[in-house]
């Protein structure tokens, strides 16, 4: 692993549970065990961590207090906390994540997706910081070495790209159903904008205003939400209750909350102006029966209108706990039938121009 020397605070009042986790971590980190909060603080007054592996059910400071000092005080706020926990409920899981935590683990842990889940939150954190220095670079240099400027400014977008491949991995490697859903849905998008560019209309009109480019990135963030689905719902065996389902809708919401904190904290931020828009409308329907809003007709901005139909015709094609794959054709009649309700009648003539296109993915 390239982050081996990465300095991570395990906390846990089970000496049991601590031992292992050191045992697990040692190889590969620089590892600093607390058999409480207090000594947690303790440590923090000497290292900053990297990362913090927290209990939640522990004496005099458990995990959320533990938490909420954490984001209050500004050297620590920053840190990435992934709880650990033997709690299966959905409203724990839910605490923890709008209190600040990136992930959660359950014990007793499986040391593979222990330190896959690290792998994933230390690289998050390297790249971020990566993407920063390389900004602070060029806001230094850009005023008087142009060649500087446009040779940086490609890094960046690289970066970017980076950050946002690892961020769609992540949601790919949590939601276990979804196969190559990010890549193909970007492919399947990419092959509708090429279809109506070729035409003349008003939906041309407006993607001809767009950065594609940009906008092709925004859309692997679609499902970014469905990080904070509790891994009982979003991988779960068989169709969602009422209830569950209700839950799984918060995936647009929590999705559209993440990107503006990210939004607040950089002034380049062009790309998650369209990543709000795909991720807070690609569920809406033509007919208004769609969520978290009920927008109908064009009221439901185009990103959206067009991530609903290669979001739902993948969806279709792709074997899921609770259903085997649909064929192309009869994802294609679902798709056909569904202009005038779930989609935009003139985005569904375009998607017949290309279904051929569409079915390389069978």
């Known amino acids: 692993m390239s982050n081996a020397r990465s ?18 971590l040692k190889v590969f980190y620089e590892v600093y065990p607390a058999a409480s909060a207090n000594k947690l603080f303790e440590i923090l007054e000497n290292i900053t961590p990297s990362l913090i592996l927290m209990d939640i059910d522990m004496p005099s400071i458990n995990g959320f207090e533990a938490m909420k000092k954490l984001k209050s005080d500004p050297r620590f706020s920053d840190v990435p906390v992934i709880f650990l926990t033997a709690k299966s409920d959905v409203d724990s899981e839910r605490e923890g994540f709008d209190l600040g935590a990136v992930d959660y683990v359950a014990k007793p842990f499986s040391t593979p997706l222990l330190l896959k889940r690290i792998e994933n939150q230390l690289l998050i954190v390297r790249k971020t910081n990566d993407l920063l220095a390389t900004q602070s670079e060029l ?16 890094e960046v977008l690289e970066l970017q790209e980076a950050i946002l ?25 990419k092959t509708m904008l090429d279809e109506i560019m070729q035409g003349d209309n008003e939906n041309s009109e407006i993607i001809s ?22 891994d009982l719902i979003l991988n779960k065996p068989g169709i969602l209750t009422p209830e569950e389902f209700e839950i799984m ?5 929590a999705g559209v909350d993440i990107i503006e904190r990210v939004i607040k904290r950089t002034k380049e931020h062009a790309f998650l102006d369209y990543s709000l828009l795909v991720i807070g409308t690609h569920h809406e329907k033509w007919d208004g ?20 139909i290669v979001d739902v015709y993948d969806a279709c ?39 051929d296109i569409f079915a390389q993915f069978m």
């Open 7 to 24: 300095k991570i605070i395990i906390v846990d009042d089970n000496i049991a549970n601590l031992d292992q986790g050191r045992n697990i």
């Open 139 to 154: 806001k230094k240099y850009s005023s008087n070495l142009e060649k500087m400027v446009s040779e940086k400014t490609e």
């Open 165 to 189: 491949s690892t961020v769609a991995d992540i949601v790919e490697f949590r939601d276990r159903s979804t196969g190559e859903h990010i890549a193909k849905t970007q492919f399947f998008m």
């Open 209 to 230: 205003g767009w950065d594609q480019n940009l906008f092709l990135q925004s859309t692997l963030l679609h499902d970014v939400g469905k990080i904070t689905i509790s």
């Open 249 to 253: 809708k918060t995936h647009v919401s």
């Open 289 to 308: 029966s769609g969520y978290p809003i009920g927008l109908a007709g064009k009221n439901i901005p185009l990103e959206g209108r067009l991530m609903s």
């Open 317 to 355: 094609i792709s074997d899921r706990p609770y259903k085997k794959a649909f064929t192309h054709e009869a994802a294609s009649s679902i798709i056909e039938n569904g202009a005038g309700t779930h989609f935009d009648p003139a985005l569904v003539d375009a998607f017949k121009g290309v279904k």
